[in-house]
């Protein structure tokens, strides 16, 4: 997956002078674009819905609606939308929750600027750098295989895959092409559009890093996230 030609950036923090200092860093980027600010996450979701930037800037810990709950809204909507968190400092608790809302990247506020630039880049091309700074955390890694297992085991509605990380629908629609669905076939089992099908096609193969959909469901066999021969049961 290669980035956008140009950019764009949503940088959510409730603090004016940090926003600005995020501005002026990224300024010096030909190839990114800070298309927009807020201060809390309300605003921050409207503009990210108006705005359709590639990469969202937020600051874990907002007024309100807090950081987490900004990137787990984010990545609902608009799934191709690579999350970056930003913290005061790296806490293994936060990173794991960053994790389990779809964030690319987690990373302290006193990361250089040449650094954030990089890492804009990275999450652009599609790479989940969460992953790496999972791995080396292993009391990270730990927490994350186990409540990944107990999810596997009970089924949640609203589990997530966490190394991936996948959403329940991402997983609900690599079941469905694994029993070798078409996309018309996937829209009307899960009553969702066609265009909503392709969207989340594009997020599962950007967040697993593969070029097509036979490669997407090896990689969750493979990781047990589906199973051949797996069926929902009837609603009733």
């Known amino acids: 997956m290669t980035a956008p030609l140009t950019i764009k950036v949503l940088v959510i923090d409730d603090h004016p002078l940090f926003r600005q200092g995020i501005r002026w860093s990224l300024e010096s980027a030909p190839d990114i674009e800070v298309v927009g600010e807020a201060e809390n996450g309300q605003e921050a979701i409207k503009l ?3 705005l359709m930037p590639d990469i969202v800037l937020v600051d874990i810990n907002l007024p309100g609606l807090n950081g987490l709950e900004v990137a787990r809204v984010i990545k609902r909507r608009e799934p191709r939308t690579g999350i970056i ?3 005061v400092y790296e806490d293994d608790d936060q990173l794991f929750q960053a994790i389990k809302v779809g964030a690319a990247a987690f990373t302290s506020k006193d990361i250089s600027p040449d650094e954030l630039v990089q890492m804009i ?3 652009a091309r599609g790479r989940y750098l969460i992953n790496d700074a999972v791995l080396a955390r292993p009391n990270v890694a730990a927490r994350v ?3 990944f297992r107990e999810l ?12 991936a990380p996948l959403t329940s629908r991402e997983i609900e629609i690599l079941d469905c092409i694994a029993r070798g669905l078409s996309n018309k076939e996937i829209a009307n089992e899960l009553s969702i559009s066609g ?3 392709k969207n989340h096609i594009t997020s599962i193969l950007s967040k697993l890093q593969v070029n097509d959909r036979t490669m997407a469901v090896i990689v969750a066999i493979k ?7 797996y069926s929902q049961p009837p609603e009733g």
């Open 48 to 50: 990210t819905e108006r």
């Open 85 to 87: 968190v930003l913290s």
């Open 121 to 123: 880049r990275e999450v």
């Open 145 to 147: 295989l186990h409540q």
């Open 152 to 163: 596997a085991a009970t089924e949640e509605e609203d589990s997530a895959s966490l190394f």
């Open 195 to 197: 265009q909503t099908v």
């Open 223 to 229: 990781k047990g996230w589906i199973k051949m021969g």
